[in-house]
Structure formats: C-alpha cells, structure tokens
C-alpha cells in the first residue's frame, strides 16, 4: 500500500500561482502513474493532470492546459502541480492519486489516494 499527503493549497488571487506537493510513501517501487485530481462543491472528481514516473510522460485535462505543469522527483516520491493563472473554477479540494498500472497516466485505475488539498481561488 502507499501513502500519500498532499500539501500546499491555500488562498490565492485570480491570476495567481500555487504549487501543490504529493508525497508518497511506503510501496513506493511499485508506483508507476501518479496524477492529481479535484472535486469542486456540488461537482463530481475530475481529473487534472497525471504522470508516469519512468519516463515522465503527462497527462492535462483540457481546462488546465498551458497553465498547469505537473512534475516528479523519484528521489523524493514527490509529484508537483505547479498551478499558474488560476481562475476561480479552479477551486476546489486537489487530490494526488497513485496508480500500479502501467499503461498512460490518463486510463489507469488510481488505488491509492490522498486526503486532499483545499485550493480556494478569490475574486
């Protein structure tokens, strides 16, 4: 099993920038895709953005492109969402996800997830 922990939303202006932080922990070896997702009041979990840890490739939903850019450090069992130009529908709770699977980052099954991170985006 591994263990995540998400860390570094918080409050930001419109137009602003977060980086949110994934640490993992425990069966780390056999991660091979980790991603962020989010889920807004009212709203279903939607995917954000996702990696796979052996050769880096990357996943963005349409909504996020151009302005977020996810990241690893494999040293650390870290994943990082740099998160730029937010817009108010970006807010919502970010959660980090690892997945066993090893096909692309965007149709794997997620088995183990984090407790989330509020980002709130103010007008």
């Known amino acids: 099993q591994v263990q995540l922990v998400e860390s570094g939303g918080g409050l930001v202006q419109v137009g602003g920038s977060l980086r949110l932080s994934c640490a993992a922990s425990?069966?780390?070896?056999?991660?091979?895709?980790m991603g962020w997702f989010r889920q807004a009041p009212g709203k279903e979990r939607e995917d954000v953005a996702g990696i796979r840890r052996g050769d880096g490739s990357t996943y963005y939903a349409d909504s996020v492109k151009g302005r977020f850019t996810i990241s690893r450090d494999n040293a650390k069992d870290t994943v990082y969402l740099q998160m730029n130009s937010l817009k108010p529908e970006d807010a919502a709770v970010y959660y980090c996800?690892?997945?066993?699977?090893?096909?692309?980052?965007?149709?794997?099954?997620?088995?183990?997830w984090g407790q989330g991170t509020q980002v709130t985006v103010s007008s």
């Open positions: 996800a690892a997945s066993t699977g090893t096909g692309t980052p965007r149709y794997v099954a997620y088995n183990d």
């Open positions: 425990g069966r780390t070896f056999s991660i091979y895709n």
